[in-house]
């Protein structure tokens, strides 16, 4: 079984900054990518960002140039720094990593439990 927990989240004014953290725990053999996604009420839930065990990282166009995504392979934690935060970056944030488990050889994808970040005008 694996977990991920996600922790950081929380109220900001913006322009504010905020660095969440999402650690992957269980039986875990490897870890491929890892990322980050979040929801705003009555839309979808889109990615904000992503990274490759090697270190290779995505964003959305919108968080390009404010947020950035890192991983402590060794820790089997993804992070995302968060700078200039906007109200419209009001969601719940949830991180997700391919894992490949212990005992298995196909990766499969987990997902934690969200974590709510809030930003006032």
């Known amino acids: 079984q694996v977990q991920l927990v996600e922790s950081g989240g929380g109220l900001v004014q913006a322009g504010g900054s905020l660095r969440l953290s999402c650690a992957a725990s269980?039986?875990?053999?490897?870890?491929?990518?890892m990322g980050w996604y979040r929801q705003a009420p009555g839309k979808q839930r889109e990615l904000v960002a992503d990274?490759?065990?090697?270190?290779?990282?995505n964003y959305a166009d919108s968080v390009k140039g404010r947020f950035t995504i890192s991983r402590d392979n060794a820790k089997n934690t993804v992070y995302l720094q968060m700078n200039s935060l906007k109200p419209e970056d009001t969601a719940v944030y949830y991180c997700n990593a391919k894992v490949a488990a212990t005992g298995t050889i196909y990766d499969y994808l987990y997902w934690g439990q969200g974590t709510q970040v809030t930003v006032s005008s």
């Open positions: 269980g039986s875990i053999r490897s870890i491929n990518a």
């Open positions: 990274i490759t065990n090697g270190g290779y990282t």
